[in-house]
């Protein structure tokens, strides 16, 4: 069992910075990949970034490519999520997520992960 707190949401104005973090706890962490997942009232859950388990490869919704950056620091047992050039379109509830044997198709779907968090809501104002 692994849990997932994530933290660092807020209201910010367009353009502005946020970094996010989810710390996890239970199972070895290093053997999970990560993800961070958003949902916006109404829409589905959407992928954002992923990272291996290994840490060496990452992914990012087209969306999000050049903006955000998913880290994670396994002594620290946390993930983040590095915001920049914010706009009111990535308003929603950014969730953090850990699953197990994902590769780069399969951390897209939120389907194949095992463990999520609670989420923290972002707002961005325009």
């Known amino acids: 069992q692994v849990q997932l707190v994530e933290s660092g949401g807020g209201l910010v104005q367009a353009g502005d910075s946020l970094r996010l973090s989810c710390a996890a706890s239970?199972?070895?962490?290093?053997?999970?990949?990560m993800g961070w997942f958003r949902q916006a009232p109404g829409k589905e859950r959407e992928f954002v970034a992923a990272?291996?388990?290994?840490?060496?490869?990452?992914i990012y919704a087209n969306s999000v490519k050049g903006r955000f950056t998913i880290s994670r620091d396994n002594a620290k047992n946390t993930v983040y999520l590095q915001m920049t050039s914010l706009k009111p379109e990535d308003t929603a509830v950014y969730l953090c997520?850990?699953?197990?044997?994902?590769?780069?198709?399969?951390?897209?779907?939120?389907?194949?992960?095992?463990?999520w968090g609670q989420g923290t809501q972002v707002t961005v104002s325009s």
């Open positions: 239970g199972r070895t962490f290093s053997n999970y990949a």
């Open positions: 997520a850990g699953g197990s044997g994902l590769n780069l198709l399969t951390m897209r779907r939120a389907a194949n992960y095992d463990y």
């Open positions: 990272n291996s388990a290994g840490g060496g490869s990452t």
